[in-house]
């Protein structure tokens, strides 16, 4: 136990330090010329306008949002805790820190790369790869750091009945899904909006190459890369992050509240093994083991992450496989010993590693799935022959069958780690897979920070050898981000699992403690069923508002395009600039704007059907919208990156290559596949994760309003 | 009780009385010229050749799986009644014999149409509707006849304890899903890989116009209408209908085991409202009830039917709808009386009435999302000015969004249902939904007659106005069959509801009989969890497998167009006339064969995932599949109508009209659509039914093994 407390702030403070030290190395690094910089500190400052403007609408729901809990907490017989309202605040602030910190690396990182790659490739891969560890450093940093401090103010845990510590957690969960809700959201609409608003109206109809400087929208483009796929991602992860840790904390905390309140309630599904009368240390040991697990966790993505910085190899994705591989290897290793260590007893370890395992096969099938180099996607480019329509219809074939591998891996993994260590092993399979994600993320992030370096060597005309070189790092980047969505998807769906089981004990002491039955999520219930198809409908409807959210922002941006190519005579003369920033704000506003009504749903939905249908139909819908949201994500994501290589296949000189009417018909499939890979597919896993943790941190309430 | 055992037979016979005298009625009409007899005869024959290699492989299929349930009833423990291999029989018979018939009607009524519809639009309304009714006709008939019989069969329902009458039952909708399997499966497949065949060489390679009698592929595609849409349509609804009525006098049985039992399960369940110790005589008026509404539903669509056949007026889409509102309100008024004479109150009434709405209201949202008169498919048709991507991103929009009221609709429904009858309620809500298909199947299966009739004016050169007749009535046609669709869905995930309800009381008393606890499915059970998500996902693989299926067979059409063209000179010399028998045999074999993997799983799975993740886990399996299930096959057939239907806005006029580039854009969204909305979408139907009813016929048999 004392071991604990000093070891899980020692590996986020560790990991703050790495941070800042990667930062610092990558700022060192020569900005290349002024053409570069100019191009570069653009991006950086239209990434940054977007946050602000972020921040403003943020500022408003956060602060009401907390307002509200904290009244929540005063209604008689609510049981809500005050402190919740502080837990969300501080959830929204880290992750909204750590989300910040990593665009600014990566908006700094660009221009950096593209210009470390003049002298060798492993130089531009380092610093790409550096500031995607940047990202990956803060998010699990700032995620321990925060727990453990919440976790020490409210160290009541163990004398309740009333589960108050675990409870308040759930707030910082809460916060951090607020974040992830605008920053993935909001960012997946504002990244495609622009894309496609600048492709429509730059390649299609004035026929000037992509990321031509004379196109107004570029910069919004290049922006909506990192807005997209380095903070939306970011926050992403860092929800599935510490609700994961939260979620085990909580079900430990709820063994304890058992033993001391000699509960009814069956415990061999939360612990199977536990001795018949643990003690409080025992119990704090298992509090803390997720906490450990993550330290762990970040000293192995260090390591990982030196073997890409250090490296010299022409192999990128070689070095980048390879980081992950270690960082899995002594992941493993250290929490094995942690766990025996803490526990006694090796069980929860392999239902750790269950996790781990899975993610690992589902970036594997995702993979596979979405590469230029396998099948799918080039059985996607065959059917060009026939031209768009069969693209289409492949495609859509594609993203469906893609869903069989990682629900079985999901559902082994449960079941694994159910067996061996109940609902707690279920919550630790999702740390496991997480585990790494200090690593992890730094491959996906490493992706758009390629991407822009690609952009920037372009349109600074830096020449066919960088260009070629930059290629090389951006192909790479298209399938570490590919896997990264499926990981993303993979530990969303678990995670949310893991909320779930969560849900139903914490209900069952809530109405224990008030003297009513417990609750029965029975399937013959039609309540329940309800619940599980309202639940299923849900994600469909998101995906379509978020897909039309997409197409409304993309066409303003076309509208502000041509008026500008007109006003300023960009095309045929070089007098004028455009007005870059025009295009930016536009992008923002709009996607600010169309991400209200997705969001409120997947805020209120959850608390309206657990008034309407009551906790029952509550339970249901989560599990619905769980099992559909994951499989529709992993279709949406999948199909949009078979789509995308399809097209690339082509563009590597196959079927006809560029230009042949087999390559005019994949890029409709890629047109199509963009809001469903960047947009939608990705949005539904901040959709799962936030009804689990509203319904989490809102169901004393819901209780109080059922009695 | 007396009453009920005359009403019903004497239901049964009327109905089939009437679409005798239907069937002669229509024959006795002109069959046109020589040119529009051997066009017809040459479909007809098409339709037949089909049918024939359908049921070679049917007899194989049906004699091993009654061979198999022949043995099963003698496995030692699994307490299955030989009876189930009988039931089994005469269930694909029956349903095989009413599609047989229907297909007959159809494809003899086509050219009859074309000719009546020369003297008079409301002529050729009343031929094509009348063999649309003669299918309706049959399938109920056959359906009430086939449930009546087997009952008086088995007739020891109450002294049993295993409910052996019932349970055999379930065997009668074994037998119909395996038919509807071979229609709705294979002639979903056969009729795209024709159509898509058919037009990819014909229209677009070619050059030729659609229905050009020198494509050979014409027949094939004009065969698969009457495959698909009317014998896959007529099976698909056979099978739900029966599967209602099965479902409710199974419910209805089990409170007759439970009070003689003395059973611990929960009886308000079942039927809230049940008085204290029913007689006998009570149980037999609960398990007729079904019976008799349906009986009374004949009667009713009779009605409704004469309405269109001696209607004289102009506004056809008006007679249709008035025929289904009057055989509505007549079922209510017949329905209430019957419910309140045999059960002596109307709370089961009002649950039939609440599925009767629920049918409707999806039927007409249905018909908002798909008509090319409303907003979502003249937006599709909008977003075509920005190319094929934009009308496939909208498109799916459509569809995804297009899931809220059907589901909501649903629910209601069954917690209406529920709260004034129980499960009994649930069961009564697709009888009622139900209960009008006398006339419902008529409206969809004047569909195809029309369309048919619609090519063959074109294909005889019958002239302007006769063609601008029968488009009219084809455009009719177009909107019916999409709303027969819609209700073809919500009627499959009612009847399943009432199916997986009747799965678990039926595993309970198994369970019980055996001296075994009650099955327990509770949501954090992750087995069950498990179930659910592997359910979840069986849609979507057998969505993708159906898909590709399609594009299979239609590659080979293509194959034989090509070849045929060159072969016998087809496009530049009349000398040689298309072999019209190889394609139609090309899709015959390639769409049989086609659907054995997609079925397997169909059949399979539900057996596997019982014995491996126990009945538990296969509760979790039917409740997934059917939630993602319905909503995929209503984004799939809506996505698919709206797509078709912009289309058809852009050619009546609008936007640039027939040959414009909006025009081809919305051509691939079509495209793209028809596999969608023909074969992937409406199989599901088939898929959630079938797994269903696989389990509860080899429920005893997963019990035993589990044991």
Chains 1, 2 share one sequence.
């Not at 403070?13 to 290349?32: D, E, H, M």
């Not at 992860?237 to 509960?263: C, H, K, P, Q």
């Not at 002594?330 to 010993?337: D, P």
Request: charged letters at 15%; proline letters at 4%.
């Amino acid at each position: 136990m004392e071991l604990s407390n000093i070891l899980v702030p020692i590996g986020g403070i560790v990991a703050l330090l790495f941070a800042t030290f990667l930062f610092l190395n990558v700022k060192r690094q020569s900005p290349g010329n002024k053409k570069m910089q100019e191009l570069s500190s653009g991006i950086r400052e239209g990434a940054m306008a977007f946050l602000i403007s972020e921040y403003k609408v943020l500022i408003v729901f956060v602060v009401v949002v907390a307002a509200l809990l904290f009244i929540a907490s005063y209604i008689p017989g609510s049981s809500m805790h005050w402190g919740l309202s502080l837990a969300f605040i501080a959830g929204a602030i880290f992750s909204a820190v750590s989300g910040n910190i990593g665009m600014r690396m990566a908006t700094m990182a660009n221009a950096r790369t593209a210009e470390g790659t003049k002298k060798h490739l492993s130089k531009g891969l380092s610093i790409a790869f550096s500031s995607g560890a940047v990202m990956g450093m803060c998010v699990v940093g700032l995620g321990v750091l925060g727990i453990f401090s919440l976790f020490t103010l409210f160290h009541n845990y163990i004398d309740l009945g009333s589960i108050i510590s675990t409870n308040i957690l759930f707030g910082f969960g809460f916060g951090a899904s607020s974040i992830a809700l605008f920053a993935r959201v909001g960012g997946g609409i504002y990244t495609k909006s622009a894309d496609v608003g600048a492709d429509l109206v730059g390649k299609v109809e004035a026929g000037i190459p992509e990321d031509d400087p004379r196109n107004p929208a570029v910069i919004a483009d290049q922006v909506g890369d990192n807005v997209g796929d380095v903070a939306g991602m970011g926050a992403d992860l860092f929800e599935s992050y510490v609700d994961s840790i939260i979620a085990t904390m909580a079900l430990a905390a709820i063994i304890g509240t058992f033993f001391i309140t000699t509960s009814s309630i069956d415990k061999n599904i939360i612990i199977p093994w536990l001795l018949e009368s643990p003690t409080q240390s025992d119990i704090l040991n298992y509090v803390m083991l997720p906490l450990i697990v993550a330290a762990m966790g970040i000293l192995s993505a260090i390591i990982g992450t030196l073997v890409v910085i250090f490296g010299k190899g022409k192999n990128i994705y070689g070095a980048l496989r390879n980081s992950l591989f270690i960082a899995t290897i002594l992941t493993a290793a250290f929490g094995g010993v942690a766990t025996w260590y803490l526990i006694g007893r090796l069980e929860p370890f392999y239902a750790m590693l269950a996790g781990l395992i899975g993610g690992i096969i589902i970036g594997l099938s995702t993979e596979y799935f979405t590469s230029e180099k396998r099948k799918p996607a080039q059985g996607i480019a065959e059917a060009s022959k026939t031209g768009p329509a069969t693209v289409i219809i492949q495609g859509l074939q594609v993203g469906m069958i893609s869903t069989i591998i990682p629900i079985i891996a999901v559902v082994a993994a449960m079941i694994f780690a159910f067996e061996l260590s109940g609902f707690y092993g279920v919550a630790l399979s999702a740390v496991g897979m997480l585990s790494i994600l200090g690593v992890s993320l730094a491959t996906d992030c490493y992706g758009p920070v390629a991407d822009n370096a690609q952009g920037i060597s372009e349109m600074a005309g830096m020449g066919r050898e960088v260009r070629e070189r930059t290629e090389q790092l951006d192909a790479v980047g298209n399938t570490t981000a590919a896997m990264g969505k499926g990981f993303a998807i993979g530990s969303a769906a678990i995670t949310s699992l893991a909320l779930i089981f969560t849900y139903m004990l914490t209900a069952n002491i809530l109405l224990e403690n008030q003297g009513q039955p417990p609750l029965i999520l029975e399937l013959s219930d039609p309540y329940l069923v309800s619940g599980i198809f309202i639940g299923a409908m849900l994600p469909f409807v998101f995906a379509a508002l978020t897909m039309g959210a997409v197409g409304k922002a993309a066409y303003a941006m076309v509208e502000e395009v041509r008026y500008q190519f007109k006003k300023f005579d960009l095309l045929k003369s070089d007098k004028n600039k455009p007005d870059y920033e025009r295009c930016v704000k536009i992008s923002t506003n709009r996607a600010l704007k169309a991400m209200i009504i997705p969001s409120l749903m997947a805020v209120v939905s959850p608390i309206v059907v657990g008034i309407v249908l009551k906790p029952t139909g509550l339970g249901g819908l989560l599990i619905g919208s769980i099992s559909t949201g994951f499989l529709l994500a992993i279709f949406l994501a999948n199909s949009g990156g078979a789509w995308d290589n399809a097209k690339k296949y082509i563009e590597s000189g196959n079927l006809g290559g560029k230009g042949s009417n087999a390559h005019k018909a994949t890029i409709i499939g890629d047109t199509v596949g963009d809001p469903c890979k960047d947009t939608s597919g990705p949005s539904l896993n901040i959709l799962i994760k936030l009804m689990s943790i509203v319904s989490l941190v809102f169901l004393p309430l819901i209780i109080a309003l059922n009695i």
